[in-house]
């Protein structure tokens, strides 16, 4: 896979990876650690960037299961959705 197609795979998990730990309004500092040392590694260490999307695709899985399970809460979503209602009210 070539740099281009390395990047296209790659933002748009990193950004779906992002989206769902904001989506939850809280970010610990657990979470902000791994992301600082995933992009750490991939600084250090380009050739790891392909092996990275799958990692950045498997961490979106588990944060989807944990919501699923009850552990997490998409907080954002709701929180958006009345701040329109009382907008447009």
């Given at each position: 896979m070539?740099?281009?197609?390395?990047?296209?795979?790659?933002?748009p998990r990193w950004a779906t990876v992002a989206l769902l730990l904001l989506a939850s309004m809280s970010l610990s500092a657990y979470e902000?650690?791994?992301?600082f040392l995933f992009w750490l590694v991939q600084f250090l260490f380009p050739s790891t960037r392909n092996a990275m999307i799958g990692v950045y695709g498997?961490?979106?899985?588990?944060?989807?299961v944990l919501v699923l399970v009850g552990r997490k809460k998409?907080?954002?979503?709701?929180?958006f959705a009345r701040t329109w209602r009382a907008r447009r009210a």
């Open positions: 070539g740099k281009k197609e390395i990047r296209v795979v790659h933002v902000a650690a791994v992301l498997a961490w979106c899985v588990w944060e989807v998409w907080t954002a979503f709701s929180a």
